[in-house]
């Protein structure tokens, strides 16, 4: 049975920094693209960032310079770090890893008070 597990969310000000993570079971072998996805409360998903097999990396504008992702392959673990949270990117976020198929996790609340 495959399992997503996240970690890492919660209330921060402005100007802080959290670090989720989001581990894999269950899957085996190796994985291809990893990525985040977050959702804010009246608003779509939307993608912030993924990285492919290869280390390739993309990011939404909005995290660009701010953000960044990075995979351990042997842990089969995704991270997110954020630095210089916002407000407006309070949301819950969710991991997304895709082996012939994607896998959501849960979602991790993601908290940035003013």
């Known amino acids: 049975q495959v399992q997503l597990v996240e970690s890492g969310g919660g209330l921060v000000q402005a100007g802080g920094s959290l670090r989720l993570s989001c581990a894999a079971s269950?899957?085996?072998?190796?994985?291809?693209?990893m990525g985040w996805y977050r959702q804010a409360p009246g608003k779509q998903r939307e993608l912030v960032a993924e990285?492919?097999?290869?280390?390739?990396?993309d990011y939404a504008d909005s995290a660009k310079g701010r953000f960044t992702i990075s995979r351990d392959n042997d842990k089969k673990t995704v991270y997110l770090q954020m630095n210089s949270l916002k407000p407006e990117d309070t949301a819950v976020y969710y991991c997304?890893?895709?082996?012939?198929?994607?896998?959501w996790g849960q979602g991790t609340q993601v908290t940035v008070s003013s």
């Open positions: 990285i492919t097999s290869g280390g390739s990396t």
């Open positions: 269950g899957i085996i072998g190796s994985l291809n693209t």
């Open positions: 997304v890893v895709t082996k012939w198929r994607e896998y």
